[in-house]
C-alpha cells in the first residue's frame, strides 16, 4: 500500500494550494480518507477527513470554512483544497486512510495506512 502526497510548497499568507494524494495497492473506496498535519514541535493534528463516498465530511475548527476536502474514487486521489491560508498552516500535511464513522474520523489511530507527507509554508 502506498500513498503519494503532492502539492506542497511556499505560499503568502491569504494564498491556496491543492494537495493531493494518490493510493495505490489498495481498493480506495473503500477507506475513510483523511489528512493530518504536524507542526515543527506540535502533535500531528486532524484536518479534515471525507467518507468513503464523498456524502460526509470533517473538519477541523481551526480550517472550517478555509479547506475543501474532495475524493476522485475512479483515480484513487483525494484533493485537499487550502484557502485563505494563514501562518499558522505551516507544517507537513499527511494523507491516511482508514476505517471509521462520524467523531471516530477525528483520531489518527483509525487510519491504517499513511503517506510520506508534503511541506506547506506560508509566509506572513
Known amino acids: 500500500v502506498q500513498l503519494q502526497a503532492s502539492g506542497g510548497g511556499l505560499v503568502q499568507a491569504g494564498g491556496s494550494l491543492r494537495l493531493s494524494c494518490t493510493a495505490s495497492?489498495?481498493?480506495?473506496?473503500?477507506?475513510?480518507m483523511a489528512w493530518f498535519r504536524q507542526a515543527p514541535g506540535k502533535e500531528r493534528e486532524f484536518v479534515a477527513a471525507i467518507s468513503r463516498s464523498s456524502f460526509y465530511t470533517y473538519y477541523s475548527d481551526s480550517v472550517k470554512g478555509r479547506f475543501a476536502i474532495s475524493r476522485d474514487n475512479a483515480a484513487n486521489t483525494v484533493f485537499l483544497q487550502m484557502n485563505s491560508l494563514k501562518p499558522e498552516d505551516t507544517a507537513v500535511y499527511y494523507c491516511a486512510a482508514g476505517t471509521c464513522s462520524g467523531t471516530g474520523c477525528y483520531g489518527s489511530s483509525k487510519y491504517n495506512y499513511w503517506g510520506q507527507g508534503t511541506q506547506v509554508t506560508v509566509s506572513s
Open positions: 495497492g489498495v481498493t480506495f473506496s473503500n477507506y475513510v
